[in-house]
């Protein structure tokens, strides 16, 4: 795909919304747009060379993974950046109600929720480089994403389910905002913690789960906290 005066990759119109979801989305996440921004939506659609009807569905997707936030008189503006006491609150959230999923929904021993969870180990496994831009780390966000959610619906609990589904852009942004250095560091460490939650869904033992579960969301927040600050990360335009 070619690239225009500022780095950005074009979107071929054959893809229409879904590549202008990803694309806006990464620019969001990259911080090319930046929190508070009010989006010219004319202007970006001659950068991105798309109409204003794909480009619109994909500013509504935006909005709806909470990277969006339309105000009366403004239109679109970037969505404020969450501060490190939002995340610790969310982490913490997390090992609340995905330990308790794990412990009542290994024991059920669900094939299509083990086979599942297999898959995606093999997805993060296969990503080798983890980079600072969002269409560097996509695939090991959306395979991380993916291992947690099938936890939450090992649980049987629509609205547990729900829930954990309306939180994923948020827990996207949070990874994001590790160093290159940090990630490649602990990449072994959490696919390590990744194949102890599976071997507990695989021996169906519930307690085990859930304790292998939340020391891996333990150490995700130490992890995070460690490199995570209240001041979004700039990037330098690639040439």
Do not use: W
Not at 29 to 51: H, M, Y
């Amino acid at each position: 795909m070619a690239k225009n005066k500022t780095g950005v990759v074009s979107v071929p119109r054959k893809t229409l919304t879904e590549h202008t979801f990803e694309v806006v989305k990464g620019m969001i996440l990259d911080n090319v747009l930046k929190p508070g921004q009010q989006l010219n939506i004319s202007a970006l659609g001659k950068e991105l060379e798309v109409s204003s009807s794909p480009l619109r569905e994909a500013l509504v997707r935006l909005e709806a993974e909470r990277l969006l936030v339309q105000k009366l008189y403004c239109g679109y503006l970037v969505a404020e950046q969450p501060t490190a006491a939002y995340f610790e609150s969310l982490l913490e959230y997390r090992i609340v109600t995905e330990g308790y999923c794990a412990k009542i929904g290994a024991p059920r021993r669900d094939h299509e929720i083990i086979t599942g969870l297999q898959e995606c180990l093999d997805r993060m496994s296969a990503v080798n480089i983890l980079g600072q831009r969002y269409e560097e780390y996509k695939e090991f966000i959306e395979a991380d994403a993916d291992f947690h959610k099938l936890i939450v619906k090992s649980s049987q609990n629509p609205v547990m389910l729900e829930t954990h589904q309306s939180l994923n852009v948020i827990l996207t942004q949070s990874r994001l905002y590790r160093t290159v250095e940090s990630a490649q560091a602990r990449f072994s460490e959490v696919m390590a913690e990744h194949g102890q939650i599976l071997q507990a869904f695989d021996a169906g033992d519930g307690p085990r789960a859930e304790r292998v579960l939340k020391s891996h969301l333990e150490g995700g927040k130490r992890r995070l906290l460690g490199s995570v600050s209240n001041e979004p990360r700039t990037f330098e335009t690639k040439p």
